[in-house]
């Protein structure tokens, strides 16, 4: 089963449009960090933000902002006036406390902000 | 800080040849180093884990013998693509990570592997 879930597969907007990602986990453990990434076309992925079980405050960093929801294991990310270089694939990822904080990540949404 | 710098960044070689690629921590620790290969457009996969001084952990379908990985210290991490084929060409992706400092994986640039 799909401890990760990113249902969009493919997302367009056009610049200065907000846009949310959406991720879905899936776990046992009460222990658990979630994570999100960014990869440009260069390949590179580049870590925007770590989340632990315990903290469901909401986070905002500039026009980038996360909604942790536990109830339904949801771990949002949204960017509110999109620029052409947000432009990459982004991925979420579930790190569990009992399994080695091995990642499981999700298949990932490409996201395209358009001019 | 928490950079991780991977060499090289592109390799093309013939068939059978072997490839070695590196991933080190360059301004922190890594107590374990993970190693990943992405198809295009695809998630990223698993290959193995390793711990500094320990035989590496590989994933269910992963050869061993194929996919050589040494972690010698502490801010190296090794892999080595043996009697590498055309079917190895891939994108290969080394993360590090400070168990100390928390649970987030920092990954390097990744390495274009293609193989003739």
């Known amino acids: 089963a799909q401890k990760v879930t990113q249902a969009q597969t493919e997302i367009s907007v056009v610049e200065k449009e907000d846009v949310t990602l959406d991720c879905v986990y899936e776990?046992?453990?009460?222990?658990?960090?979630l994570f999100w990434y960014k990869q440009p076309p260069s390949g590179e992925l580049v870590f925007l933000i770590r989340r632990n079980s315990f903290d469901e405050q909401n986070e905002i960093s500039g026009r980038y902002s996360w909604n942790f929801q536990k109830s339904t294991s949801s771990f949002n990310f949204t960017i509110t006036a999109s620029q052409v270089v947000d432009s990459a694939v982004y991925f979420c990822a579930l790190s569990e406390l009992n399994t080695g904080n091995q990642f499981y990540f999700g298949t990932g949404t490409s996201l395209t902000v358009i001019p | 800080g928490a950079v991780v710098s991977q060499h090289p960044s592109w390799v093309i070689c013939k068939s059978g040849t072997s490839v070695k690629i590196e991933c080190r921590s360059l301004d922190f620790q890594a107590t374990t180093m993970f190693w990943y290969r992405q198809f295009p457009k695809q998630s990223l996969m698993l290959m193995a884990t390793?711990?500094?001084?320990?035989?590496?952990?590989?994933e269910q379908g992963v050869e061993k013998d194929k996919f050589l990985i040494n972690h010698a210290s502490l801010t190296l991490s090794t892999l080595t693509v043996t009697s590498a084929h055309p079917e190895d060409s891939s994108f290969y992706i080394c993360?590090?990570?400070?168990?100390?400092?928390?649970?987030?994986?920092?990954f390097g640039p990744g390495t274009r592997l293609l193989v003739l």
């Open positions: 390793s711990n500094e001084g320990s035989k590496a952990t590989y």
């Open positions: 993360s590090a990570q400070d168990r100390g400092k928390g649970e987030t994986q920092y």
């Open positions: 776990t046992r453990d009460t222990t658990y960090y």
